[in-house]
């Protein structure tokens, strides 16, 4: 749960299992001066946990996709 980072008992504590397909959530928060605030940025993509690491479906994403 992206805004509970402190932990979440229950099925916010759930294991990852191997050889099993996830979508894995990211975001940050970045203050940007001449914007007048923070600028929230997500992604989500797709993973594969296989043996003790994370494996990226469509690759790695290396670049913003700006959409207007």
Avoid: C
């Avoid at 979440?8 to 203050?31: K, P, Q």
């Amino acid at each position: 749960m992206w805004d509970k980072q402190g932990g979440v008992e229950g099925s916010g504590d759930y294991r990852l299992y191997d050889n099993t397909a996830y979508s894995l959530e990211l975001n940050a928060r970045v203050y940007v001066e001449s914007m007048g605030g923070e600028i929230p940025i997500a992604m989500e993509t797709d993973i594969l946990y296989k043996g003790g690491k994370v494996y990226y479906l469509a690759g790695r994403q290396t670049e913003f996709h700006v959409v207007k």
